[in-house]
């Protein structure tokens, strides 16, 4: 997802203690940042919620590509209020893992020489205006999926992120669908678009939910520790289920051959993305990884001035007041 | 490598007259800088009518570990609630 293939850490602390963590997790308590924890526990959840919060910075490169040439000044209105929200969850994350004592600064160095990881998703290039529609409507309804169960996660802070982030999160799968019900009213090329983006974004969307973990062991500890609360297929099926009749709806082709109703199971039969082009897209050789880091690293250094000066004037201003008091 | 900006916590009020409640936490130079940061990032939906910023170092907490000697002793008193006291029907509502 979001913060796919996090491995959680071994740990190998006192087992009394181990048992009483466990114990506390298993009766539903919220872990607080100064309670105990794990070592392990600690270093998986920065890791998560740190990539969780790189992967909503870097959402949003690929739909501010478009807020300048939205087709109406409705659109750019919903978009780019859509964006801010995406950097409002950036800082939200950003601020749960810092409670678990990971700086800011030092998240973001990580980011951009590459140790800590964001969704693979935003290594896709947003070509059409279309594309606008299928972002909002699969990968923040892939988001959601996610998000949702998360709310009940047992780190106090991330579980709070999350609440928040849920709250905001329905209107941008909304308006993503909303722009795909006009594509798909409009002419026939608009159409054509509408499916165009359905057609490569589909799979990707697949792919956000992670290869399967069923027989994951870290994905094991991190169910029992409560900060991974479904396995990858679980969601990825509750996400073909609802979206697929969504896709009707819209009087779109879902681009995959061998889906099909299941009425034994009540699920939809669907085929499995290609993983060695996942494989490939995490390990940097997507068709926007190159571009997508460059951005950050350039904002990290045009903003360093900023950052630098802002510090400088709030001390003179410090050093002015004590000396007039 | 500069230095960061400090740590802020953010109490907002909402609505209907409650109290400020914490809602999380930003980053920024000074009190002033914090106000607006925290304006950004938490009230886009118009969640509140008023801010609070308090530098996260400034906060005193009590320590986890003082749990129990901080909060057992209010648990044998039960008498400090109303349902302690048996009061007839007949004297109604009380
Ligand atoms: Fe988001
Ligand atoms: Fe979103």
Redesign the interface.
């Given at each position: 997802m979001y913060a796919h293939m996090v491995k959680s850490e071994a740990t190998s602390e006192d087992p009394e203690m181990l048992a009483a963590f466990q114990a506390r997790i298993d009766a539903g308590e919220k872990i607080?940042p100064?309670?105990?924890m794990p070592a392990g526990y600690r270093k998986t959840l920065i890791r998560q919620i740190g990539q969780h919060a790189h992967s909503e910075i870097v959402g949003q490169l690929p739909e501010g590509n478009w807020i300048t040439r939205a087709p109406t000044l409705e659109r750019k209105a919903n978009l780019l209020?859509k964006v801010?929200?995406e950097a409002?969850h950036g800082?939200?994350l950003y601020?749960a893992a810092?409670t678990l004592g990971v700086?800011?600064?030092e998240m973001t160095e990580m980011l951009l020489d590459g140790r800590m990881k964001y969704s693979s998703i935003f290594n896709y290039p947003t070509l059409t205006w279309a594309d606008m529609g299928a972002v909002g409507w699969l990968v923040d309804g892939a988001a959601i999926m996610n998000q949702v169960p998360l709310q009940r996660t047992s780190y106090g802070p991330y579980a709070?992120?999350m609440v928040?982030i849920c709250k905001?999160e329905s209107f941008h799968q909304r308006q993503g669908f909303h722009v795909m019900m006009s594509m798909v009213k409009g002419t026939e090329d608009q159409k054509r678009m509408a499916q165009d983006a359905l057609n490569r974004f589909w799979f990707p969307a697949l792919m956000m939910f992670g290869p399967s973990d069923k027989d994951s062991v870290h994905s094991r500890q991190s169910m029992a520790w409560k900060i991974k609360m479904n396995t990858n297929d679980e969601l990825r099926q509750k996400f073909v289920d609802e979206t697929v009749p969504q896709a009707e709806y819209l009087g779109l082709t879902v681009p995959d051959k061998k889906l099909k109703w299941n009425e034994e199971t009540g699920h939809y039969d669907f085929a499995e993305p290609d993983w060695s082009e996942f494989f490939e897209v995490i390990k940097g050789n997507g068709p926007c990884n190159k571009e997508r880091i460059a951005a950050r690293q350039k904002a990290w250094d045009d903003g360093?001035w900023v950052?630098?000066a802002?510090?400088a004037?709030?001390e003179k201003?410090?050093a002015r007041k004590l000396a007039a008091e | 490598?500069?230095?960061?900006?400090p740590?802020w916590e953010v109490f907002i009020r909402g609505q209907h007259g409650m109290s400020h409640r914490h809602?999380?936490?930003?980053?920024a130079?000074?009190a002033e800088?914090a106000v607006k940061n925290a304006r950004?990032?938490y009230t886009?939906?118009n969640e509140g009518v008023s801010i609070w910023v308090v530098e996260a170092e400034k906060i005193t907490?009590s320590?986890?570990s003082d749990k129990g000697p901080l909060y057992d002793p209010a648990r044998d008193k039960v008498y400090r609630h109303p349902t302690f006291y048996d009061i007839p029907d007949e004297v109604g509502k009380m």
């Open positions: 607080e100064k309670d105990w209020a801010q929200d409002g800082l939200y601020c810092e700086s800011r600064d709070r992120a928040r905001e360093a950052r630098e802002m510090m004037h709030a201003k410090r | 490598m500069s230095k960061e900006w740590l809602v999380g936490s930003i980053h130079a000074d800088h950004d990032v886009r939906r907490a320590s986890p």
